[in-house]
């Protein structure tokens, strides 16, 4: 059974235009996260959400727009994409945030490429 | 900026032999953690030890926390070639609501 999904792996496309990004997960955690892994495997996070409610929001430009209708889902939207945007990105969830120190589980990721 | 930094950025070792990988980080924690990720996968959780722990051990990984260096390792005893993979740690900066990554090592088993 598959934990933390994402949809689609791999996501090419050119500079200008809209993509979106899903999420789901299973684990009936309360709170997701967003990652960008660069080129050279440096992990940030971009967004949290704790039961559908924006908790982090780390300096990301304002095309991305996470969405979350519910706890299980977090949805990432880019606008007028740039080459620079070209990364793995990862969803992950957790229990309850990072009070103590959760363990995060992880997607697969899914490879944007913008050409 | 980065919090952790993991040392070295690239291991090569023999199948049976033991890899230690070193990370330091900057602010106090209340915990840190390892991540494993394997090419083209997603990242799956090691172990996690608590600041006021100084030694943990799970299965043929053990982990050593030295807060008062600011540093953590991680020893894989008896590799396989499965340990194949890069290798992150992760603290929660001092109980910012967030993991903060270090650059990982990439752990090579040779047959």
Not at chain 1, 68 to 77: C, Q, R, V
Request: aromatic residues 8%.
């Amino acid at each position: 059974d598959t934990a933390v999904s994402q949809t689609p792996k791999y996501l090419v496309t050119q500079m200008g235009n809209d993509k979106s990004i899903k999420c789901e997960q299973n684990l009936g955690h309360d709170t997701m996260y967003w990652y960008k892994q660069d080129s050279k495997k440096f992990l940030k996070i971009m967004f949290s959400y704790n039961n559908k409610e924006l908790i982090i929001n780390e300096t990301v430009p304002n095309r991305f727009s996470p969405k979350s209708p519910d706890k299980a889902h977090l949805n990432l939207h880019i606008n007028s994409l740039e080459l620079g945007d070209s990364a793995v990105y990862f969803c992950a969830s957790s229990q309850a945030g990072l009070v103590g120190g959760d363990t995060q589980y992880f997607g697969p990721g899914t490879r944007l490429t913008v050409l | 900026s980065q919090q952790g930094e993991e040392d070295p950025q690239a291991l090569s070792i023999q199948e049976g032999e033991n890899a230690t990988m070193n990370c330091s980080y900057k602010t106090s924690i209340n915990n840190l953690q390892w991540y494993r990720q394997n090419s083209g996968r997603g990242l799956v959780h090691l172990i996690l030890i608590r600041s006021n722990e100084r030694e943990k051990h799970s299965g043929r990984l053990r982990v050593t926390l030295d807060t008062s260096k600011k540093s953590s390792s991680l020893l894989i005893t008896a590799s396989r070639a499965a340990d194949t993979a890069s290798y992150f740690c992760a603290t929660d900066a001092g109980g910012a609501q967030k993991l903060v990554f270090g650059q990982g090592t990439r752990l090579t088993i040779n047959p």
